[in-house]
């Protein structure tokens, strides 16, 4: 495929130099941004918050809430008060301690933050939940991280298998009209006072217990610590390129990593308005979000870009976007197709953004002062090594395809994997090497290049194929919404590649489009990535995230297990 280059727009970024930034860059120095490095002092929440306050900023926005029903605005001088109200709340009603495993599982809503900072000044390790869980992935979670309280709402508690959760000691409902055996958050909050002695940690305790899905066995507690908050910042000052007078929208849910790294952490610890809206996704909903806030920079998905796409673009006329003036994505590869789209519709490249749950921040993407290879996921923050290796840890010369390694030592790592320390020793290799499980090669200019996940790549008829590049060409046809790859066990070949497809509105699954489609990969892509089987589906099974689930496809086609489906969307 041939790459698009894209130039650097011109712009004052925070990050002018990235070669050199990167040669000369040390963590201990970030670390004095922060009032800990003079105090021995941390916590999460008293630096994203409390900390503006005290340096003047109180009377800043810091939070912009929408949804269906609610809009409302609070400085930081209120969300430092509203969470210690939602502090007190939480250690009078159930005697919650540093340590202690929190849930959050409830929709979005300025109470939700209100709980999370305030279980943060606790010094709780926050579980966050996706609100669509039901019993089996709320049970499981609840039960391995042993949490001893939850806060939800009505229509959720039912979903908490209260009697098989013998560590579960309280449940506190944010809703009216609360049972009498649960804790009335609401009537609490009311009369509970507005200052708080926040518990002073480690840099080492905990702040954040995010679930994730492997391919197989139960879903994984990715333990975090206050200290990845180094890392946060830095990264919201670089890529997102957050400054001062900016109002920043992160699209995700604070059930995925994303919601929290981004969505919390790094817009308050630089001091920006965070927008939040709640409430399920609408194309026109999107547009006037950022219309109606003036949204400066924008966080969201290649799913979601592709469903704005799909929307079509006689839409974006109703709305004055002319307000971004950066727009990132992470969760899965972005399609060249679609920053080609960005920029003809927001006038922006969309940047790509690369990490996981384990890496808790940001570690290979594209700075908007660094210029654009579509189809690249881009290069390592400053302070974070990255590599290609081989299986025993040896790196690999530019343009090999290997593992996607990294190298430990980075702030926002993760520190255990709850309950289960032999499967966190397992991602590591020798050498101090981070085992992704992606597979990905880095160019001769140091750009990396995401094929897949290691159990995704295709090998057919000898030649390994990334399912990301077909699923990019196949969304380039116009007939297709969605595609989802996978290698097919073949007597012949190895593997043949095989494609589900969603397609677009106003067309239909017939032989001939499929041979149309097969024809197009074949003619732009190259003749062995072309899918020698195609199935049209109404969806492909996703997570919440956005993820094509390609083993949940590859199982289906096999007859297989699914293995855990906890974080597929419904
Ligand atoms: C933050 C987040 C991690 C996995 C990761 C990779 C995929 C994320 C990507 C990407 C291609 C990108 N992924 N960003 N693939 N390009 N820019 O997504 O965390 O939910 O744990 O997923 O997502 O496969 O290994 P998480």
Same mark, same amino acid.
């Given at each position: 495929?041939?790459?698009?280059?894209?130039?650097?727009?011109?712009?004052?970024?925070?990050?002018?130099?990235?070669?050199?930034?990167?040669?000369?860059?040390?963590?201990?120095?970030?670390?004095?941004? $922060?009032?800990?490095?003079?105090?021995?002092?941390?916590?999460?929440?008293?630096?994203?918050? +409390?900390?503006?306050?005290?340096?003047?900023?109180?009377?800043?926005?810091?939070?912009?809430?929408?949804?269906?029903?609610?809009?409302?605005?609070?400085?930081?001088?209120?969300?430092?008060?509203?969470?210690?109200?939602?502090?007190?709340?939480?250690?009078?009603?159930?005697?919650?301690?540093?340590?202690?495993?929190? $849930?959050? $599982?409830?929709?979005?809503?300025?109470?939700?933050?209100?709980?999370?900072?305030?279980?943060?000044?606790?010094?709780?390790?926050?579980?966050?939940?996706?609100?669509?869980?039901?019993?089996?992935?709320?049970?499981?979670?609840?039960?391995?991280?042993?949490?001893?309280?939850?806060?939800?709402?009505?229509?959720?508690?039912?979903?908490?298998?209260?009697?098989?959760?013998?560590?579960?000691?309280?449940?506190?409902?944010?809703?009216?009209?609360?049972?009498?055996?649960?804790?009335?958050?609401?009537?609490?909050?009311?009369?509970?006072?507005?200052?708080?002695?926040?518990?002073?940690?480690?840099?080492?305790?905990?702040?954040?217990?995010?679930?994730?899905?492997?391919?197989? *066995?139960?879903?994984? *507690?990715?333990?975090?610590?206050?200290?990845?908050?180094?890392?946060?910042?830095?990264?919201?000052?670089?890529?997102?390129?957050?400054?001062? +007078? +900016?109002?920043?929208?992160?699209?995700?849910?604070?059930?995925?990593?994303?919601?929290?790294?981004?969505?919390? $952490?790094?817009?308050?610890?630089?001091?920006?308005?965070?927008?939040?809206?709640? *409430?399920?996704?609408?194309? =026109?909903?999107?547009?006037?979000?950022?219309?109606?806030?003036?949204?400066?920079?924008?966080?969201?998905?290649?799913?979601?870009?592709?469903?704005?796409? *799909?929307?079509?673009?006689?839409?974006?006329?109703?709305?004055?976007?002319?307000?971004?003036?950066?727009?990132?994505?992470?969760?899965?590869?972005?399609?060249?197709?679609?920053?080609?789209?960005?920029?003809?519709?927001?006038?922006?490249?969309?940047?790509?953004?690369?990490?996981?749950?384990?890496?808790?921040?940001?570690?290979?993407?594209?700075?908007?002062?660094?210029?654009?290879?579509?189809?690249?996921?881009?290069?390592?923050?400053?302070?974070?090594?990255?590599?290609?290796?081989?299986?025993?840890?040896?790196?690999?010369?530019?343009?090999?395809?290997?593992?996607?390694?990294?190298?430990?030592?980075?702030?926002?790592?993760?520190?255990?994997?709850?309950?289960?320390?032999?499967?966190?020793?397992?991602?590591?290799?020798?050498?101090?090497?981070?085992?992704?499980?992606?597979?990905?090669?880095?160019?001769?200019?140091?750009?990396?290049?995401?094929?897949?996940?290691?159990?995704?790549?295709?090998?057919?008829?000898?030649?390994?194929?990334?399912?990301?590049?077909?699923?990019?060409?196949?969304?380039?046809?116009?007939?297709?919404?969605?595609?989802?790859?996978?290698?097919?066990?073949?007597?012949?070949?190895?593997?043949?590649?095989?494609?589900?497809?969603?397609?677009?509105?106003?067309?239909?699954?017939?032989?001939?489009?499929?041979? =149309?489609?097969?024809?197009?990969?074949?003619?732009?892509?190259?003749?062995?990535?072309?899918?020698?089987?195609?199935?049209?589906?109404?969806?492909?099974?996703?997570?919440?995230?956005?993820?094509?689930?390609?083993?949940?496809?590859?199982?289906?086609?096999?007859?297989?297990?699914?293995?855990?489906?906890?974080?597929?969307?419904?």
């Amino acid at each position: 495929m041939k790459t698009e280059i894209y130039e650097v727009e011109p712009g004052e970024y925070n990050l002018q130099n990235y070669d050199e930034r990167y040669s000369n860059f040390d963590w201990k120095e970030v670390e004095q941004a $922060f009032s800990w490095h003079d105090t021995g002092q941390v916590n999460m929440a008293y630096e994203c918050i +409390d900390r503006h306050v005290e340096n003047g900023r109180g009377d800043k926005v810091a939070l912009y809430y929408k949804d269906a029903s609610r809009n409302e605005s609070y400085t930081f001088e209120e969300m430092m008060k509203k969470s210690n109200k939602a502090a007190n709340v939480l250690k009078q009603t159930t005697n919650v301690a540093k340590g202690d495993r929190l $849930f959050i $599982f409830m929709p979005r809503s300025p109470e939700l933050y209100f709980v999370l900072l305030g279980a943060l000044k606790i010094g709780a390790i926050v579980g966050p939940l996706f609100e669509a869980f039901m019993e089996k992935a709320v049970k499981d979670r609840l039960e391995n991280s042993e949490a001893s309280i939850i806060v939800t709402t009505n229509s959720l508690v039912g979903r908490i298998p209260v009697d098989e959760l013998p560590n579960l000691k309280h449940i506190v409902i944010v809703d009216d009209h609360v049972a009498e055996n649960h804790i009335d958050f609401n009537k609490a909050f009311e009369g509970a006072s507005d200052e708080f002695d926040i518990e002073w940690l480690d840099k080492e305790d905990g702040l954040i217990l995010h679930y994730t899905s492997g391919s197989t *066995g139960q879903p994984k *507690g990715v333990l975090h610590v206050q200290y990845a908050m180094v890392q946060h910042y830095i990264s919201g000052h670089y890529v997102l390129d957050l400054k001062e +007078d +900016d109002i920043y929208w992160c699209t995700a849910d604070p059930g995925w990593v994303t919601g929290t790294s981004y969505g919390v $952490f790094a817009p308050w610890l630089n001091g920006a308005t965070n927008v939040i809206a709640g *409430g399920r996704f609408s194309p =026109e909903g999107w547009y006037s979000t950022i219309e109606e806030f003036k949204v400066t920079v924008w966080y969201s998905a290649p799913t979601a870009f592709r469903m704005l796409m *799909g929307a079509g673009d006689e839409l974006i006329k109703n709305y004055n976007l002319s307000s971004l003036r950066h727009v990132l994505s992470v969760g899965e590869p972005l399609n060249p197709e679609v920053i080609k789209w960005g920029y003809k519709v927001f006038g922006k490249r969309i940047h790509d953004t690369w990490w996981m749950t384990e890496t808790g921040a940001h570690m290979i993407v594209n700075y908007p002062s660094m210029m654009i290879k579509s189809g690249s996921m881009g290069k390592p923050l400053p302070g974070v090594v990255a590599a290609i290796v081989d299986n025993e840890g040896n790196e690999l010369p530019p343009n090999r395809m290997g593992n996607l390694a990294l190298k430990e030592g980075w702030p926002s790592m993760m520190r255990d994997i709850w309950n289960n320390h032999p499967k966190y020793e397992s991602y590591f290799l020798p050498g101090g090497w981070y085992i992704s499980g992606d597979s990905a090669y880095m160019d001769e200019d140091g750009y990396f290049w995401f094929q897949g996940r290691v159990d995704d790549v295709i090998m057919t008829a000898g030649e390994r194929v990334g399912p990301f590049e077909v699923e990019s060409k196949l969304v380039e046809h116009p007939a297709v919404a969605e595609a989802g790859v996978i290698g097919k066990p073949d007597p012949i070949r190895g593997e043949i590649i095989k494609a589900f497809i969603a397609l677009r509105e106003g067309y239909e699954p017939t032989d001939e489009l499929k041979e =149309e489609i097969r024809v197009f990969v074949k003619n732009g892509l190259a003749a062995h990535a072309a899918p020698r089987e195609i199935e049209f589906k109404d969806k492909l099974p996703k997570t919440r995230s956005g993820k094509i689930m390609r083993r949940v496809l590859k199982a289906w086609e096999l007859d297989l297990p699914t293995g855990d489906l906890s974080s597929m969307e419904d």
